[in-house]
Nanobody, 130 residues
């Protein structure tokens, strides 16, 4: 069973930066999957943040475009999210997620849907104070 473990969350002031990491326990399945970050703000539903397809295409939510950068390292089985210019609206529990084996190309609509993902991390808290 594949496991995902997030790290790097914490507290930061508005305008600051944080870098989240997600380590996958299985390299083969990681390389054959699309991976993504979602977040659950306080009192709200979990929402899409960013995704990378198996072929390397990158998609972002409009709310984070230009501030967040998603990347993957298939050699190290890791997914990262560099978050800059953070605002209190970014406060949330952040989750990494991995699809089952998938084609190289997948659309933004597909990868922004939580139903595409079969494996989730436990989440890491990010708190941004004003």
């Amino acid at each position: 069973q594949v496991q995902l473990v997030e790290s790097g969350g914490g507290w930061v002031q508005a305008g600051g930066s944080l870098r989240l990491s997600c380590a996958a326990s299985s390299g083969r399945t990681f390389r054959e999957a699309a991976v993504a970050w979602f977040r659950r703000p306080p009192g709200k539903e979990r929402e899409f943040v960013a995704a990378i397809s198996r072929g390397g295409e990158i998609y972002y939510a409009d709310s984070v475009k230009g501030r967040f950068t998603i990347s993957r390292d298939n050699a190290k089985n890791t997914l990262s999210l560099q978050m800059n210019n953070l605002s209190p609206d970014d406060t949330a529990v952040y989750f990494c997620a991995q699809t089952p084996r998938i084609a190289y190309f997948a659309s933004r609509d597909y990868l922004a849907n939580q139903a595409a993902y079969g494996t989730w991390g436990q989440g890491t808290q990010v708190t941004v104070s004003s």
